[in-house]
């Protein structure tokens, strides 16, 4: 069902979007010196996929032990710490057959062509990478891992290539192969020191992306009613979740148990060897937080110079993540009311922010007793009302597109521009076809995630979602349905981080993030345990801080992936 998303999508830019890309300046916090610092040995290397890392980011030797200690991952798909050296030659020894990208096809997310060079040229090249579906039969079925790189270019500036430094942009269900052009710009600075590459995890875009249903039955699933008023709304809604889950598992079959998270982690840690690099640098946003922890958990002896922005809670399980995510648009939402009261009569929901979400409210109730038209031949519902404002939320400079939808809606009867928003949210097309986002995010979640969550269950917290949130309280809710009738079991009530013997992390957290609050990046640091974690908080609204494009941030990271100088805990921006 829908979902909220912790995510940066290349979807948005089919409304001429670009998230969380808020500018602001100053640094504050740590210490004069700058904190820690650390010492790579890195070896100069060719982009060809020859080894380039660096040992240890921390000084301790090198030491090949696979997957490394900490707490069962859960997974039941084969061993718990197979090592990448357990694989056969023909998976880690393959060649990448890189080439000219072509245009992201429909599962990807339809963007126009193929994705435009960097600014200094360079152009992007795509290759597919063979993994096991099921790493417990390392020699049995493959499945194509989709990859894109954009190879480093060193500038006027001479320096040492690090390695390659591998993005996941969010989700989960997120195409990188998509979303790292989109946003190539904002990396020109990394790109001096890393082939900068991304892929589209298993079961999105490219690589065996899930779908469930045509785009038509995707509008109408969309469309639909999802905060249930009576007991016919609600069995219409578990009975339209049973029907979507049996056409998941019709369409994706067997694949579908093997999408979790933890083997998507494994997936990286043979990217990692086959593109010649001892380390994973790894540069992880929103659910990429959670893949990241999930490899060092996993790979902790493996982990270069990561930065996790946007940090995941690991220790939430769904309905107490969806509960905080309740609460943190609607703290985006009120700063947005405060700011939007700020401009007297042009703001929409006029200047009395308290009164303003009355009126949203409200126009989410008439929504969902009468749609209102557009300007084509679909209407917008209440369910697509709330999603387009969510998807506003995630960053600060889409704020002027919400106050055109809200004037739309509630003085014009048009709901336009609060339908094309929440269409960005939900991954469809241009042409009317969707996406692998929303049916990946849900097969990625359903495969990790046990709690299989009852109408009961789903009532008896309503009140305290309301309470967080009388705009996105119950939508959110009725959320906790999405893995009902899942034809898959999932595999842990939270995903286990714990990275003893890492080198260090570094964890961007913004105050005013609403997808993923800032509280998570506090308890991320707790899971991954003494001495691993090292905090950064971004002081600013949106959903991913290095984005913003706040100088002391990009410098804090900039300096950490490129220089290996780690932040002092605790360094504020913004």
Known sequence: MPSSLSVRSGAALAVALVLAATAATGCGGGDDGGGRSEATGSADASSSGSPSDTGDPSGRPDRDTGTGAGEDDGDTDGPTRRRTADLPDSLTRQKLDWSRCPAPDSAQGDQGGSPSPMPDGTVWECATLKAPVDYSKPNGRTLGIEMIRAQRHEGKKKSRRIGSLVFNFGGPGGSGVAALPSFGQDYTALQRGYDLVSFDPRGVGRSEGVRCASGKRMDAYFAADWTPDTDGEEKRLFRRQDRFAKACGEKAGTLLRHLTTANTARDMDLMREVLGDRKLHYFGISYGTELGGVYAHLFPEKVGRAVFDAVVDPTATPQQGALSQAAGFQLALDNYLSQCAEQGPDCPVGDDPEEAKRRITDLLAQLD??????????????????????????????????????????????????????????????????????????????????????????????????????????????????????????????????????????????????????????????????????????????????????????????????????????????
């Open 369 to 574: 007793a009468e749609p209102l038209p557009t300007d084509g031949p679909r209407k917008l519902t209440e369910s697509l009302a709330e999603g387009g404002i969510a998807q506003a939320l995630y960053s600060e400079e889409m704020w002027d597109l919400l106050s055109q939808g809200l004037d739309e809606a509630l003085h014009d009867d048009n709901g336009s521009t609060l339908l094309l928003l929440s269409d960005s949210l939900n991954g469809r097309n241009q042409d009317g076809s969707y996406s692998t986002l929303q049916a990946s995010l849900t097969a990625i979640s359903c495969a990790d995630a046990k709690e299989r969550y009852s109408a009961d269950d789903i009532k008896a917290g309503l009140p305290s979602f309301a309470e967080a949130s009388g705009v996105f309280g119950p939508m959110s809710a009725w959320g906790m349905a999405q893995c009902h009738g899942w034809p898959v079991k999932g595999r842990w009530k939270t995903p286990s981080v714990n990275a003893k013997g890492s080198a260090p992390i570094l964890l961007v957290g913004t105050t005013g993030d609403p997808a993923t609050p800032y509280a998570g990046t506090r308890h991320m640091k707790e899971r991954l345990g003494p001495g691993v974690g090292v905090e950064l908080t971004y002081r600013g609204e949106g959903h991913g801080a290095y984005d913003s494009k706040d100088k002391c941030v990009r410098a804090n990271v900039n300096g950490y992936l490129l220089k290996g100088r780690v932040p002092a805990d605790g360094t504020s921006c913004g």
